[in-house]
Nanobody, 124 residues
């Protein structure tokens, strides 16, 4: 499985962006997530989607502002980001696993495949 994230860019605070993560291979049975990372900091959990898209979890800092979704027919995961804040600035990475993650969806070690990241910069 290979993951390719895209859609990052520069946006003003309060603006919106939609990230995409295109997967090669059949990931429609995979659990997938978004994480973000600043240089020198730990990888932070952003959002999780179960394989069908019916189960989703969010990090506390993005709840109510970000929405994760997926189109399994297109092997693509999305992250709609609204009301962006300067503290949302980071490289955003998508991840996938065929394993069950249960209550550990926010643990990056539970994921086996990672994309290269797409940079989001929010100006104040």
């Amino acid at each position: 499985v290979q993951l390719q994230a895209s859609g990052g860019g520069l946006v003003q605070a309060g603006g919106s962006l939609r990230l995409s993560c295109a997967a090669s291979g059949h990931t429609f049975t995979y659990n997938m997530g978004w994480f973000r990372q600043d240089p020198g900091k730990e990888r932070e959990f952003v959002a999780f989607s179960g394989w069908s898209g019916s189960v989703t979890y969010y990090g506390d800092s993005v709840k109510g502002r970000f929405t994760i979704s997926r189109d399994n027919a297109k092997n693509t995961l999305y992250l709609q980001m609204n009301s962006l804040k300067p503290e949302d600035t980071a490289a955003y990475l998508c991840a996938a696993t065929s394993r069950r993650v249960g209550a550990s969806a926010d643990d990056p070690t539970r994921y086996d495949y990672w994309g290269q990241g797409t940079l989001v910069t929010v100006s104040s």
